[in-house]
């Protein structure tokens, strides 16, 4: 049975794409433009449908069935070569369900040519089009207590799971207080003075486990770092003494479970003895069985397995050979993996084996295995996705990695993700500035690291510049907002993260389980005196910043300039309440009209275009404007 037939999804506000021809001439010389498309100029137009044939000729009565059908007949036709491709290439998917069970790729055999671009766009109206990386789960019994059971097979494992759209919560103790909080929490104990240090034995005080618990699937997710709320790791748990009240994770953690005699907060989740809330699931990886307690009625639920973890993966070969000039427009891209186990970065300097110029970056960069979005792009140029639909993802919504140069992401809807909304990382410093020129704006960005809530941003920025990102709306976090981050260790020459416009920016909801932040936040941008003026943040309004009253650490703040945190011009910026500072920072920006000053002028601020613009393409969260 096909997706289309189970999912049921809100309707969508369709909005065509709109296409003109180009003509320049010179007033009195009339010399063409080398980069002008001509006035006869127009597009090969392709079409794809769910009810198509690859072995079709892609025409609008006798399509292809796959994005890869189309892909394959440019390529194989060299309908884009260069020197012949003289319009761009449009390839029309038209309204349905494009269920995906590996990831599709580009390189820079599928580029545009000659300043046109391939776009693979929603023919019908934007988010008419879904591609979809998952796949129904069928084949239900009735266990007991209104849990139900499939056989899915230990052939292809997956780590997470939707009902009817909806992110379905692993089995986990203690139980979560609401579907979008992460909290409650049990804490880590100091078993003896000398194990403060520890990053892979969990202790707990004496009755907070139940010895009876099967844990042999299960995991822990912690906020390590005991009094530190800044990344969660999520660690299969290796073996446990309930007796002893101790517990060995599988990897280490980021930081120690104990830290100036705090304890980690955590959680323990995947185990049949958890399974009690309805839209909670546990998966047997062992014998292949998933255990489920829908939401409703089991013969009218929607269950869906997640099949890939990237949906769209745009790389050139490398970066003298990128990927370019493909677009990706009005697509809805749902449904993508989780990992098995996950923490953000190696533990110390070097530990990557890879020789660096700044070995300390291995720190605050994504390990090999977790280099993934949804979308993700490396060695690309002038690479566009527009008015995407973008959700219910397991990792990055959209993730640009190393050599990119002007990716735009624009006009879209990014919801329900399961680590950052866009994440854009430049280069290793010191191996030369190879990420610039980026535009994010317009989008509304919602409900992000929803399964790493630690260091979630909705954008975030690192190692890459001369970038703007504008009229955006970024909301529920558990931790930041928008951040901008190199090392404090980086020499300016090469540090990459200069000349960066934030604007018209609206963030809501940040810090909402993490501490020792801002939902703005910067680290090690500008390193060494002087601070040179070169990033710029206007017309930003920042609402409440308020945490979950379980978080230890240090207060929330509207602004946070971290170590190296300057170099910043901040102008007409609104702060709602948090629990520290409005702004904290070094003297090293320069600031006018922010309301943490007493000479505030609220009649500077432009409420009206903060935020998304009236031409944003989807329905907006009932009671937002912008």
């Known amino acids: 049975m096909s997706i289309t037939t189970f999912v049921r999804r809100r309707s969508r506000l369709p909005l065509l794409l709109a296409a003109g021809a180009l003509l320049v001439s010179g007033t009195t010389l009339n010399v063409p433009d080398a980069n002008a498309k001509p006035a006869e100029c127009k597009a090969t137009e392709l079409f794809v449908a769910p009810d198509g044939s690859d072995k079709a000729k892609g025409t609008k009565s006798r399509p292809f069935k796959t994005v890869e059908g189309a892909r394959d007949h440019i390529r194989d036709k060299g309908l884009n070569r260069a020197g012949r491709m003289a319009c761009d290439i449009h390839v029309n998917l038209r309204a349905g369900d494009y269920p995906v069970s590996r990831t599709i790729d580009f390189d820079d055999r599928d580029s545009g040519a000659g300043g046109h671009k391939v776009v693979y766009r929603s023919y019908d109206g934007a988010g008419k089009a879904r591609v979809m990386g998952a796949a129904p789960v069928t084949g239900w019994e009735e266990y007991k207590d209104g849990v139900y059971r499939a056989d899915v097979g230990t052939d292809k494992p997956f780590y997470t799971l939707f009902e009817d759209g909806k992110r379905a919560t692993t089995a986990r103790y203690p139980n979560r207080k609401a579907d979008d909080a992460w909290a409650p929490y049990m804490t880590s104990v100091l078993k003896e003075p000398e194990k403060e240090a520890v990053r892979q034995w969990l202790y707990s005080n004496p009755g907070e486990w139940d010895a009876k618990w099967d844990l042999s699937n299960a995991q822990a997710v912690v906020w390590s770092g005991g009094s530190w709320s800044w990344f969660t790791d999520t660690v299969p748990i290796r073996d446990w003494n309930p007796v002893k009240n101790q517990m060995t994770l599988k990897y280490w953690t980021r930081y120690a479970l104990i830290n100036s005699r705090g304890g980690s907060r955590y959680f323990l989740q995947n185990s049949l003895d958890f399974l009690d809330q309805a839209g909670e699931y546990y998966m047997d990886f062992k014998k292949g069985h998933l255990y489920y307690k829908p939401r409703g009625d089991i013969d009218d639920a929607v269950v869906l397995r997640p099949t890939v973890k990237t949906l769209f993966n745009l790389a050139g070969a490398d970066p003298d050979r990128r990927v370019k000039d493909i677009s990706l427009d009005g697509l809805s891209l749902q449904y993508t993996d989780f990992v098995d ?8 300097d070097g530990d990557s084996g890879e020789p660096q110029k700044y070995p300390e970056y291995d720190r605050q960069i ?14 690309s140029k002038d690479i566009t996705l527009s008015r995407l639909h973008l959700s219910d993802t397991g990792y990055h ?3 640009a990695l190393f050599a990119n140069d002007g990716l735009t992401v624009r006009d879209s ?3 329900n993700i399961g680590g950052d909304g866009i994440k854009i990382e430049g280069p290793y410093p010191g191996e030369g500035s190879t990420s610039n020129g980026h535009l ?3 989008n509304y960005i919602t409900h992000y690291g929803e399964l790493v809530p630690g260091d979630a941003s909705g954008i975030e920025l690192l190692g890459t510049g001369n970038n703007t990102i504008s009229h955006s709306h970024i909301k529920h976090s558990a931790r930041y907002g928008v951040s901008l981050e190199a090392r404090p260790e980086v020499a300016p020459a090469d540090n ?5 416009t934030f604007e018209y920016l609206r963030i809501e909801e940040a810090g909402l389980d993490s501490g020792d932040m801002g939902a703005f936040y910067t680290y090690g941008v500008s390193n060494v005196e002087p601070h040179t003026i070169d990033n710029h943040v206007r017309q930003v309004v920042i609402g409440d910043v308020l945490p979950d009253s379980s978080m230890p650490d240090s207060g929330t703040r509207g602004v946070h300039m971290d170590a190296g945190g300057c170099g910043f011009s901040f102008e007409d910026i609104e702060v709602g309440q948090v629990t520290d500072q409005k702004y904290q920072s070094y003297q090293c920006n320069d600031v006018k009209n922010a309301n943490w000053e007493a000479d505030y002028d609220a009649s500077k601020m432009e409420y009206d275009k903060i935020g998304v613009t009236a031409s944003f393409p989807y329905p907006l969260p009932e009671g937002d404007t912008q």
Do not use: D, H, Q
Not at 496 to 500: D, E, T
């Open 496 to 500: 990459y993260a200069r000349n960066n």
């Open 397 to 399: 919504a959209v993730y």
């Open 413 to 415: 809807l990014l919801e």
């Open 341 to 348: 186990w996950y923490r953000y970065g190696w533990i110390s």
């Open 366 to 379: 994504e390990m090999p295995r977790n280099r993934f979005g949804a979308v993700t792009v490396t060695n």
């Open 440 to 442: 994010l704006t317009n």
